[in-house]
């Protein structure tokens, strides 16, 4: 596993933790409210789109809107392992001229040199500009939040429509039925989610 993205140096770790610390409350989790200020808009999408090439094309659009010079990524759990280990953080940094073609080459489960996405349980995207971040959670809810400072159309770099709240109940319900036939779950969570996210 080796990769000029994979962040080994502590002082550059330090001083991406504390960007990434400046837009998103790594201490947080969905459906509480997980970014460090009121953005403009947010999107709901499956999780599932971060394993594609077109989630690579998505930072890089998100990046050129935004002006952003890297856009790095932040496993959030597990972290013990990461952090044990000096050379690897469980960070990575794009240059955004490298997306999205990088982002496949490095992430992609089956073919990135990383394979941190295999792994990973929550994870978190953000630009260098601070107008954006993505909090990406597989583990509990199989849903990404996408949060901007202006207009991308996050469906169409995907090609898949973004949820909205009758989506995001449905799709809840749809996770969790089988375990909570009383829907109980889904139902808290997308009270909670949508009183935090107009989506």
Request: hydrophobic residues 40%; proline residues 4%; charged residues 20%.
């Amino acid at each position: 596993m080796s990769a000029p993205e994979l962040v080994a140096d502590g002082k550059e770790f330090l001083r991406l933790m504390s960007q990434c610390e400046g837009i998103i409350d790594t201490g947080n989790r969905l459906p509480e409210f997980v970014f460090r200020r009121p953005f403009a808009r947010y999107f709901a999408v499956e999780y599932a789109h971060v394993y594609r090439q077109r989630f690579g094309a998505l930072l890089r659009e998100m990046s050129v809107t935004f002006g952003d010079d890297s856009v790095s990524y932040l496993a959030l759990d597990p972290r013990d392992e990461y952090v044990a280990d000096s050379c690897f953080f469980g960070l990575i940094s794009f240059a955004s001229s490298t997306l999205p073609n990088r982002y496949a080459e490095v992430m992609n489960p089956k073919i990135g040199c990383s394979k941190i996405l295999a792994g990973a349980n929550l994870g978190v995207f953000w630009g260098s500009s601070l107008k954006w971040g993505i909090f990406a959670d597989r583990i509990s809810w199989e849903l990404a939040v996408v949060a901007t400072q202006g207009d991308v159309d996050v469906s169409a770099i995907l090609g898949w429509p973004c949820f909205n709240a009758a989506q995001v109940t449905s799709y809840m319900t749809t996770q969790y039925h089988s375990k909570d036939p009383s829907d109980s779950i889904a139902t808290e969570f997308s009270r909670r989610f949508l009183a935090n996210y107009s989506v």
